[in-house]
């Protein structure tokens, strides 16, 4: 059955011992293999999910009602924070990238491992040394200021250990930006015979871009941070108004890393998604070229859009208007990613496995968001929408219902290659379905709740949105049955699951010409690219039938 | 020609390859160095508009002869390590490394004791920032933002430098030592890109803070 035409020969089969080999935890901890880093990484986010996870759940317990009856306001504040926190910089943006990307960039491109190894293994240090000196701060006391650490209130008046919080955010920073670093150097560098830019995994090209934003706006975040912890320590600087400084000038460059971090979180999961689709619906995505420049245009734009999160903060109007129309502008090239998407489906041989459930909800999630992200860069609207659950919907639309959905389509996608293990399909597709639905009815009344004017980040609110609370908190317990489930069996597969073999999809990529789990060095013939991405045939696949 | 050992990095399969890589890896390493004093700049930009009397005021408190000779110093250390790259990639004897890198070390030690000079100078004339502040003709407020910026983006700077000095030492033992000369150039040539980086962020540094209230 000929059904796909990988872009290199099939290695030969594997005769020595594959990556996993070494047990110790030794050869864990002082590998310098990108596969074995990956699994680091895959590790501890997987931990810092929970973490984060169990601080929304008591959240959620908490609006069941309109009364403040589980927490104290302070309590609250300092849940909010926490799950922000670590869902953002020690779940959400090292999870595709740092796990995904880590493990598969070099085997896409043909290489042994990334540009710089070494760096590559101080970068997970540096994550896991952020996060403890993070997790340290959530212990002891906790920090009430939110995600945002807005000036003055987090240099000044906040309680709580704000500058070991921050610089543990800030010292995670750096291991973004060596990962940032390190692929782009291995994408120019090391790449196969034959392996042009434009035969490049559309997920490459999303890598691609993701690290440039690590590498030019990490940076900016990292010394803001350390002027708020400076600032908090010596009550001396550059934010603080009561002392001559501009706390819009804090807002300006927390949001001139944090909007661009905000594609961070997305554009690798569109990659994942390009990967699934065409995968699973035996297509060469439709408009290739186009869809390799969307993910660049738009790490460009990203950068170029951040004062729309400050529309009601006293910024002129006039750089409001201009924010606002750039803002419109992202929706092209994500808009474009969408419609080739569609169009990749259009037509091809459908074949429904549980990653491709997960990339159909990314798609359905994605545009949802999306769309709802052009109400709020209309100024007008977000005079009216800010600071209100509509916010808190759309950026989980597209940060839960987008990039934890590509991430798990992902990991299922390349769990195979990963492990050489096949994981259970219904147990699998029933998580898929229980993500897609607890995600709906969670946020969905979000939407709602915010626009009938419920603010955000209070605990206590008007009795007439208790029902759509309680929805919304329903929702959230089928979501977390969705996210244990595949705890469950991926760990099961590892015992008990069915061999792999080299490519279980008959797919194209390179990685997918090796075995299962891999060898240390990937490939043990060093392969040579003759063929474009995505050579899917479908009309074959249907004559066999 | 090379030694045997002198092999390549992996995953990198040539020294030009490796070269390439590294030097690109450094690029993009001061790419995001610009971005890193980036706000600070931003900051001086915008408290020098707010705040335009007390900046020139407060500038002219500064030493300028001590920031001038540590301007010479920094160019003149940048020449001796473009020297030291140069012996490297030519792959000449480890003596005349070792000899220019030696020159850079101490130039740059140079810059650090007049740097520190400065900064006890200033905390005795009371222009640290914080409770005894004081500064003659300007408000002191918005002196003291000069001044702490002053402290804030120079003391970044002058990390650099002493990481910089660190990792000179550092590369004059293994100039001493290494018999794998390709491998050692392309580390120079990195190091090299590090420390013109340092001494431009100076040139930067050095009109915004000392020169501001010294014209006409």
Known sequence: MSISTPQAEMQPPLEGPDYLHEHSVRSWLLTTDHKRIGILYLVSITLFFLIGGVAVTMMRMELLTPQGDLFASSTYNKLFTMHGVIMVWFFLIPSVPSVLGNFLLPMMLGARDVAFPRLNLLSWYLFMAGAALALWAIIHGGVDTGWTFYTPYSSTYANGHVIAMVMGVFIAGFGSIITGLNFIVTTHKLRAPGLIWFRLPLFVWSLYATSIILVLATPVLAITLVLVALERAFGIGIFNPAIGGDPLLFQHLFWFYSHPAVYIMILPGMGVTSEIIACFARKQVFGYRIVAYASIAIAVLGFLVWGHHMFVSSQSIYAGMIFSLLSFLVSIPSAIKVFNWTATLYRGSIWFQTPLLYALGFLGLFTIGGLTGLFLAALAVDVHLTDTYFVVAHFHYIMVGGMVMAYLGGLHFWWPKITGKLYPEWPAKLSALFIFGGFNLTFFPQFILGYLGMPRRYHIYAPEFQTLNVLSSAGASILAVGYLLPLVYLLWSLRYGRDAGPNPWQATGLEWTTASPPPEENFTIAPVVTEDPYNYHPTEEAADA | MSHPSDSTAPPFTSFSQQREA????????????????????????????????????????????????????LLISSFTMALAVRSANLLEDSAKVVRSLLVTLLLGGAFVGIKCFEYSHEIHEGLLPGASFHLDGADPQQAQMFFYLYFLMTGMHLLHVIIGLGLIAVFILRAKLTVRKERFSIAMEQLGLYWHFVDLVWVFLFPLIYLGGRAA
Not at chain 2, 22 to 49: D, K
């Open chain 2, 22 to 73: 590294a030097t690109l890896g450094m690029w993009g390493f001061l790419g995001m160095e610009v971005l890193f004093f980036g706000p600070m700049f931003l900051g001086y930009i915008v408290f020098r508009i707010n705040f335009p009397d007390a900046f020139m005021t407060a500038s002219r408190h500064t030493l300028i002869l001590a920031g001038g000779v540590n301007t010479a110093l």
